[in-house]
């Protein structure tokens, strides 16, 4: 997650896992984050319309769960 947010450590060395892997890993992260409490969470999402294919395909993977 801090990765995607580009605060990740940069001298941590990425997984060595396909594009599709880390697209599920990070769907998976998010899924984890809304459901830890028990009260609701809130994703906001800025400049949505600037928004690329493979963040597009996440947040529909996210949202279709």
């Known amino acids: 997650m801090l990765d995607l947010l580009s605060i990740g450590d940069p001298s941590a060395l990425a997984p060595a896992i396909s594009a599709d892997s880390r697209r599920a ?5 998010m899924a984890r984050v809304a459901n830890a409490g028990s009260s609701r969470t809130a994703f906001i999402v800025e400049d949505l319309h600037w928004i690329d294919a493979a963040s597009e395909e996440v947040l529909a993977a996210f949202a279709a769960m």
């Open 25 to 29: 890993r990070l769907v998976g992260v």
